[in-house]
Each structure stands twice: as C-alpha cells, then as structure tokens.
C-alpha cells in the first residue's frame, strides 16, 4: 500500500481525497496556487506545496512543478481528482517514467478513449451500441457531407478532442452542413489544438445516462449502476440522480453489461465512467468514456454503501476487485452548488463569503471546501459545493434536499441554491420527465 499521496488538484475533491487516505493511514501532500494558500484542502494535509501563481496553467496544470512536489516529498503516487490532469495521457506516464503511481488510467488508456473518435471505433469493436454515424475521424467535407447523407439528417458534428460542448454543431437540414462544419472546426483548433471532428445521428429527446465502473489490473470490471445526468446547461450538468427515475430493471441489465464488456475489452485499471445516450424509446447508445472519478460519484456512494475513493487506491496498488456488480438501495440526488448568479443567466459570482450556515441531518452529505471568510477566486471553476441527500424514495429524496436547500444560507457571493429550490418544485421534475433539453425551457421565478 502507498505510503504517502499527493493530491494533483484542489477544491473539494482535494479535501474529500485526503479524507479517504487518512482513514486508510497514508500520508497526503496537498498542492496550492497562490489564490488557493487559504484553502481548506492545504489545511488538512500532512504537507503542502506551494506549485504557481494562480492561473491554472502556471499551477495546477504545469506538469514539472506538480512532479517535483511528489519528489521533493517522498511521494509513492498522485490522485489526480477530476479535471486538470485527470485525463492527461502525458502526465500519466511522467508519473510513471519517475516512478509516482498515477491512480487513474494508463497513458495508453486515456488516448484510447480520451479521442472520441477512436473511443468509438473501440466501443464498436467491442459490441457495445454506438450512435450511427462516421467510423472515425471525418477527413474533408466531402466525408461529411457523405456520412450526413448516409446517417439522415439531423446529425451532430462533434470535436473528437472534445468536453464541455466545445466544438458541437447540430445540424437539421443539408444547407446547413458546411457553416457548422467551418465554426466547428474553429472552435475545437481553438480549444484543444485539434481540428478533427467526427459525427453521429442527433438523438431526439435524449437522456444522458452513465454507468460507473470500476476495473482491476487482472482484466476484470464491475458496475455500480447508473446516474441520470440529464439536467444540463450548455453541457455542464447542474443535478444529477441515482437511481434514473427512466430506468427499467432491464435497462440498468443491459447497460450495466455493456458499462462491463467496455471495461473488460480495454483492460481499464481504475475507477470510470460509460456514458450513455438513451432516447425515449429507452434505446441506449455508447457516447464517451470518462477515465476519472466523476463530480457526481458521491450519489452511487450513498446508494450501495461503498468508498469510490477508497476503491481507486485499493485498484492502483494491485489489490483484485470482487467483481460484483452493485445496484441501488436507496435515492441520492446531488445539487451542484455554484458561485453563479442564476437570474443572470449563470453568470460567475466569484468573491468573499460572509456567511455560511450549512445543511444537516439524516441522509444529507456536503462536499465542500469553503467557510465563512472564505475569498472564492475567479480562476477556477465556479462549483464551491455538492448538496447530497438520500433518501428510501425519490419523493422522500426531492423534500429531503428542498429543505436541506432552505437551510442552506451563503451570504457575500450569488449562488445556484434558488435555481436548485425551484427545480426541486417543477412539475416535469418531480414526474422524472426531463431530458438533456430541459433547460432550454426553464425559466427563473
């Protein structure tokens, strides 16, 4: 077992990281940007290592300055958290060629299935249901005119180094084809270097459900079940549900096994995710795999009684999976609470907190690593929270975190709580009839 980890991010998933490993006996270095010294997650690790000044890309993000921590502290092996350098194919196997274990995926891994496109072609390989649309990478616009053709309109381009809606056009009709294929283009060369694009049938009236996994060194998975993640802006998701109040028990079997046949086809080592398409016919299609622990992992946690975290150490350090699979006992949703200002359009609300009053009781979970006094900065992310609840039902799930949301007091920034609190009355979620589209038509009261 390791003796000693350093956590590669910050924020919450920091802290929730150094927890785990305290209660598992290892040793935790937390590293820190300037704008993050005040930060709970530098407070409550053995040791902590100052690695840039605030901009992500001087700190967090800059590779050298991260490794060098891990040696200068006698580090046996970094937790990466999510984002940052979670699923950087490079920064695993410098973890690896200076002989840090890196608890994620392989350098191989993460390139297998980082590019959408191979992931795809992987996914297809393996008799996993995928979208129809090109096999891989698009070459040309005469391809893609071709391959719209071919799959009928409307069809989606997608960014095949893409995340977060970057580089996506939906496409309705051919006249249409080469303007989204031109501003596609432009903005994925602009987001991640890279131009290439490729494309699937657009799903109408789509949900978006994943699958957690978990895989072993010795070529064996499991799955945890599904989340629902449908509730999104701009494809960022704001709530997220386990279990999907869409699922079928035939459904959460067969997706589960096809979660499965991915992992155990790739070999993946480590803690993931296969997300899924589903449409309303309860069809469900392979979209992308996610080589990290996810925002969201807390809800499964409280659903089948099992430390994701705790997991991914056990996986890294060679220890076999059981290779049963988990499903859901109870209902957790998570509420994203973000430093946004939801009557302006989510517009970032970065600043001091004044005051702070956090939710309690039974089956109610906060991961967070603000307080009161607490200068959130404006070069992160906006997430400052995740409001847990479960729950024996659903509806017991939707009145347990409207009340944890009414106790809930941040004075000093704007945050996401009133959208919360009134997404947790509207009648289509409360009924569990949302789609990936739900929030095209919501408005603020």
């Not at 010294?37 to 000044?53: K, M, N, Q, T, W």
């Not at 603000?370 to 400052?384: F, H, L, Q, R, T």
């Amino acid at each position: 077992m390791f003796k000693k980890i350093l956590i590669a991010n910050r924020g919450e998933i920091a802290l929730r990281v150094i927890r785990t490993c305290k209660e598992m006996g290892i040793k935790t270095v937390a590293v820190y940007s300037t704008a993050d010294a005040e930060s709970l997650h530098v407070r409550f690790a053995d040791e902590a290592v100052c690695i840039g000044p605030a901009p992500s890309s001087e700190s967090y993000l800059k590779m050298s300055n991260i490794i060098a921590a891990a040696e200068i502290t006698n580090a046996d092996a970094i937790h990466p958290g999510y984002g940052f350098l979670s699923e950087n194919a490079k920064f695993s196997n410098l973890c690896e060629e200076h002989n840090i274990k890196f608890i994620g995926a392989s350098g191989k891994m993460i390139d297998q299935m980082g590019d959408k496109a191979n992931a795809k072609s992987t996914m297809i390989a393996a008799g996993v249901p995928c979208v129809p649309g090109s096999e891989g990478v698009i070459e040309n616009f005469e391809d893609c005119k071709k391959t719209a053709e071919e799959t009928g309109y409307p069809v989606m381009l997608k960014a095949s180094a893409g995340g977060g809606g970057k580089g996506m056009r939906a496409v309705w009709k051919a006249e249409d084809l080469k303007e989204a294929w031109d501003s596609a283009r432009q903005e994925s060369k602009a987001a991640f270097g890279n131009d290439d694009m490729y494309m699937e049938k657009l799903i109408e009236e789509p949900r978006h459900i994943e699958i957690q996994i978990v895989g072993d060194s010795y070529g064996k998975a499991c799955h945890l079940s599904e989340r629902d993640c449908s509730v999104q802006r701009r494809h960022q998701k704001l709530t997220e549900e386990t279990p999907s109040p869409f699922m079928t028990d035939e459904l959460r079997e067969n997706m589960g096994n096809a979660a499965v046949k991915a992992a155990e086809y790739i070999k993946y080592e480590g803690a993931g995710t296969v997300e899924f398409l589903v449409d309303k016919h309860r069809n469900f299609y392979f979209m992308e795999m996610n080589t990290r622990i996810q925002v969201e992992h807390p809800i499964t946690e409280e659903v089948v009684n099992y430390d994701l975290i705790r997991e991914q150490i056990l996986v890294a350090a060679g220890v076999p999976i059981s290779g049963k699979n988990y499903y859901p006992q109870l209902h957790s949703i998570e509420c994203r609470i973000n430093a946004e200002d939801p009557y302006n359009n989510f517009r970032p609300a970065p600043g001091r907190i004044t005051t702070l009053h956090t939710p309690g009781g039974h089956g109610v979970r906060m991961d967070t690593h603000v307080y009161a006094g607490y200068m959130i900065p404006s070069n992160y992310d906006s997430m400052i929270a995740k409001l847990i609840v479960t729950a024996q039902t659903r509806e017991e799930a939707i009145n347990k975190m409207k009340r944890a949301l009414d106790e809930f007091v941040i004075e000093g920034v704007k945050t996401t709580i009133p959208f919360h609190r009134q997404l947790m009355d509207h009648p289509d979620y409360v009924a569990g009839n949302y789609t990936t589209k739900f929030m095209e038509d919501f408005e603020m009261k």
